[in-house]
């Protein structure tokens, strides 16, 4: 039975809906049992709900992490609203210790991932680390398609033994089924380009808190919450988006070829992407993000015409012989970053007069010519070089052109 208070929730008020096909969902009359940390009597979005379940289950001992003190006794980790949308992660905004985090899941509850039934068969302290590490690997092979060294594996693997081992076992596991978490932790070292985690709860990982981007948004990326006032004239915003568009380029060079294998982004839109405060461009939603090997398995289907190999924004063609789709990626990265991103900046009435007419004109010629579909093999990849390249001398001569005071 609950020892804690039952409280009545109306719907979501607070709920932001982000411009996604769906506001926050509602839940009518949920009557939760609350620790007191949590019981606040004012109407919160449905993630408040799970945040609380979420520290029940911690005071029960099913599940722990480094964030759990501060979430559920501490109250140093608290609540602001949810982000997301009907269909996708749970993505809540939180205040921890004064700092403005996200916390995410895939599912709601904790229940609700697969259980790990060694878990109740055995004493967890009997369960060989070998075999545990055994298991995070095939949990890694699944989600990347990759097989990693167990020193790779360190920031997914807990060595800690103590009186909450199986709780931090089971919370692990919960966390090793989200591809998401997988991709950030293990990138972490290697990538500026991707979220930083900071700490986990159960199945709750938080991450830094960035500005996010938003198509609705007439400069894509909400440039007054990085930049301070002293900063907001016109010439101040138009070279911020050339150093993000200029960031942008280096992490497709970066996803291109600094890992063992190409990393394919497959859902490119301005609300997957977040920029620093020294705006740098990070990736912030990488459930469609797929290693080269991954993706050629995925790209690899059935087809009767090139519309059956489109896979979001990945896609190959048809070889109508066989009927089978190209396992290589016909397009790349920068072809969609140049046509959904790029293009929306580049056009003249953006730029005004800082940048001079015939710069202008190349910077937008380059980006639609970047933006054409589809050549596929050497050709292709020739292209994106030249378009890479090209891409890099127009937006720093702009660079240097737009140097000076305001
Ligand atoms: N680290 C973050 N900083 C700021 N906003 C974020 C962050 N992560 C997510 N968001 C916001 O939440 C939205 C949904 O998150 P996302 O990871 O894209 O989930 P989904 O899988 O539902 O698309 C994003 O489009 C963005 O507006
Ligand atoms: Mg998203």
């Known amino acids: 039975m609950c020892s804690g208070r039952a409280l009545r929730y109306g719907g979501a008020r607070s709920c932001q809906a982000q411009g996604g096909p769906g506001p926050c969902r509602r839940r009518q009359l949920l009557i939760i049992c609350l620790s007191s940390a949590w019981s606040v009597g004012v109407w919160f979005c449905y993630e408040y709900s799970a945040l609380s379940l979420q520290c029940l289950d911690y005071s029960s001992g099913a599940l722990t992490g480094d964030l759990c003190e501060d979430l559920c006794v501490a109250q140093k980790l608290v609540y602001k609203h949810c982000l997301y949308y009907d269909r996708g992660k749970k993505v809540i905004q939180a205040d921890w210790r004064g700092q403005p985090i996200i916390l995410k899941s895939k599912k709601e509850s904790f229940s609700s991932y697969q259980h790990l039934s060694m878990l109740e068969e055995v004493e967890t302290q009997d369960i060989p680390e070998t075999e545990l590490l055994l298991m995070v690997a095939l949990e890694v092979k699944n989600a990347l398609g990759l097989e990693l060294s167990n020193n790779t594996m360190g920031p997914l693997w807990t060595r800690k033994k103590g009186p909450r081992w199986k709780a931090q076992v089971a919370s692990m596991w919960s966390l090793l089924q989200q591809e998401e978490y997988i ?6 070292d290697f990538s500026k380009h991707v979220l930083r985690i900071i700490g986990s709860c159960g199945h709750f990982y938080a991450v830094e808190y960035l500005t ?21 004239g016109h010439r101040s915003r138009v070279r911020a988006i050339i150093d993000i568009a200029l960031s942008f380029l280096d992490m497709v060079q970066h996803f291109d070829n600094d890992f063992s294998h190409r990393l394919h982004l497959c859902d490119i839109k301005p609300e997957n992407f977040a920029i620093r405060h020294d705006l740098t461009v990070v990736a912030i939603d990488v459930d469609m993000a797929f290693f080269e090997p991954k993706m050629k398995d995925i790209l690899e289907q059935k087809c009767t015409g090139d519309e059956d190999c489109n896979f979001f924004d990945c896609f190959s063609k048809c070889n109508l012989k066989i009927r089978k789709c190209g396992a290589q990626r016909a397009n790349n990265n920068l072809q969609v970053i140049c046509d959904k991103i790029f293009r929306r ?60 005071p305001e």
């Open 183 to 188: 991709y950030f932790s293990l990138l972490q």
């Open 212 to 232: 996010a981007g938003h198509a609705w948004h007439k400069t894509l990326f909400p440039l007054e919450n990085v930049m301070g006032p002293s900063l907001s």
């Open 345 to 404: 900046w580049f056009s003249p009435n953006l730029r005004g007069a800082l940048v001079s007419l015939p710069l202008q004109l190349q910077l937008q010629k380059a980006v639609q010519e970047c933006a054409q579909p589809g050549h596929t093999g050497a050709t292709g990849h020739q292209r994106a070089l030249k378009s890479l390249s090209e891409l890099y001398h127009l937006l720093r001569v702009t660079q240097r052109e737009l140097q000076g």
